[in-house]
C-alpha cells in the first residue's frame, strides 16, 4: 500500500512537471530556431560594418557548420535565400542522402519541440469547450 503511494506521487510529480517542461523545449527550440535563421542577415551586417570577411564570435557554431562537410543546407540558405556568395574551396557534390535525412528529421523535431505545449494546451482546451457547449 505504501509503495503504491509513492508510486502515485511520482506519477503526480512527473505529470506537473511534463508541462513546464514541454514549454522549455518549446522555448529551447524556438532560440535554436531564430538562431540558425538570423544568422545571415546578423553576419552580413557584420561583415558590411567590419568590413572584413569574419564571422561575429558568437556565430562560431554556425561558420563550423558551414565550413564542414554537412554545411550543404546552411550554404544554401545563406546563398540563395539571402545572396551572402559564400564560396566554398572543395566539390560541389553536396551533402550525402542521409545528411538532408538527418537534416530533415532535426528539423521536424525543433518544429514539434515548438509545437507540443501548443498541441497540449489546444488538447486540454477542447473538452472544456464541449462541455460548455453542452
Do not use: C
Not at 4 to 9: E, F, K
Not at 85 to 106: C, F, K, R, T
Not at 110 to 116: D, F, I, R, T
Request: aromatic fraction near 12%; glycine fraction near 12%.
Amino acid at each position: 500500500m505504501k509503495a503504491r503511494n509513492i508510486a502515485l506521487r511520482v506519477g503526480d510529480a512527473a505529470d506537473s512537471l511534463a508541462e513546464p517542461a514541454a514549454w522549455l523545449g518549446g522555448a529551447v527550440a524556438f532560440v535554436v530556431l531564430v538562431y540558425l535563421l538570423t544568422a545571415p542577415p546578423i553576419i552580413l551586417a557584420h561583415v558590411k560594418q567590419t568590413g572584413s570577411g569574419s564571422f561575429p564570435g558568437g556565430y562560431g557554431p554556425v561558420e563550423m557548420l558551414i565550413e564542414s562537410d554537412f554545411g550543404g543546407p546552411m550554404v544554401w540558405y545563406f546563398n540563395d535565400v539571402w545572396g551572402a556568395g559564400l564560396i566554398l574551396i572543395g566539390g560541389d557534390e553536396g551533402p550525402p542522402w542521409y545528411i538532408i535525412a538527418v537534416y530533415a528529421v532535426l528539423g521536424a523535431a525543433l518544429l514539434s519541440a515548438l509545437a507540443l505545449p501548443f498541441w497540449k494546451a489546444w488538447r486540454r482546451r477542447k473538452p472544456y469547450e464541449a462541455e460548455q457547449a453542452a
